[in-house]
């Protein structure tokens, strides 16, 4: 199967719960996924992970949004941090996930092999 990479465009966390669900979908079907988070959305994996949508989520039976990113990490999905989105928010390598790694669009393109590409 085709691997996946997602570049996350925008600080919005329910575009990053739709872009984990696909990518651990994927996943569970064989593939390999990664997300790419470029600019702002870096901000998006700061701790604490909350979304005003989780209430909602929880009391449908659903996860919440953090719970959804560290089962992605521990699949051993890539997160990839834009390493301008970093300067962008202000924000510290160590302020992250360790399990989190960094990178830039270049690499990710240079890098995407025969990998299907999403936007969102």
């Known amino acids: 199967m085709r691997g996946l990479t997602i570049i996350l465009t925008e600080n919005a966390p329910e575009r990053l719960r ?14 390999r996924a990664r997300i ?12 604490p992970i909350i979304a005003s949508a989780d209430p909602g ?11 959804l990113v560290d089962d992605a990490l521990i699949s051993g999905m ?12 202000n924000a510290r390598a160590d302020q992250f996930d360790p399990r989190c ?15 299907r590409l999403l936007a969102l």
């Open 36 to 47: 790419f988070f470029q600019f702002e959305s870096v901000a998006l994996l700061q701790p």
């Open 101 to 115: 790694t960094f990178g830039g669009l270049a690499s990710i393109l240079a890098t995407l092999g025969e990998d």
């Open 57 to 67: 989520h929880i009391a449908a039976g659903l996860p919440p949004l953090a719970a």
């Open 78 to 89: 890539e997160l990839i941090l834009c390493q301008t989105g970093l300067h962008l928010t």
């Open 18 to 31: 739709g872009a984990l669900m696909i990518a651990l979908t994927h996943q569970a079907l064989g593939g």
